[in-house]
């Protein structure tokens, strides 16, 4: 059974940083491609980052482009999104999303696996 546990996330003030993390396991191919995803309450989950199964290409949605990294280490299972110079609008719940396969997907229903979320609030 596929897990995908996610830490990090809490309150940051405006300009503040926060990192996200999550850990898989049970994943049974060798290569998959993972994103996070943010949502607020009434709208979409949102598309915000996203890396290949090597880390050799990521994408970002434009209004992070310059503020978020993401990254992963495949020895750990581990994705990471660093997140800085952080602004209200950022404030929303997160989600790690795993897909098997080397590439990613910008579409939320291309990805099979789920974190469970984790909120981020950034103050003015």
């Known amino acids: 059974q596929v897990q995908l546990v996610q830490s990090g996330g809490g309150l940051v003030q405006t300009g503040g940083s926060l990192r996200l993390s999550c850990v898989a396991s049970g994943l049974t191919k060798s290569r998959y491609a993972m994103g996070w995803f943010r949502q607020t309450p009434g709208k979409e989950r949102e598309f915000v980052s996203a890396?290949?199964?090597?880390?050799?290409?990521?994408a970002y949605t434009d209004s992070v482009k310059g503020r978020f990294t993401i990254s992963r280490d495949n020895a750990k299972k581990t994705v990471y999104l660093q997140m800085n110079s952080l602004k209200p609008e950022d404030t929303a719940i997160y989600y790690c999303?795993?897909?098997?396969?080397?590439?990613?997907?910008?579409?939320?229903?291309?990805?099979?696996?789920w974190g469970q979320g984790t909120q981020v609030t950034v103050s003015s």
């Open positions: 999303a795993g897909r098997d396969g080397p590439f990613y997907s910008r579409a939320a229903s291309d990805y099979t696996y």
């Open positions: 890396i290949t199964w090597n880390g050799d290409y990521t």
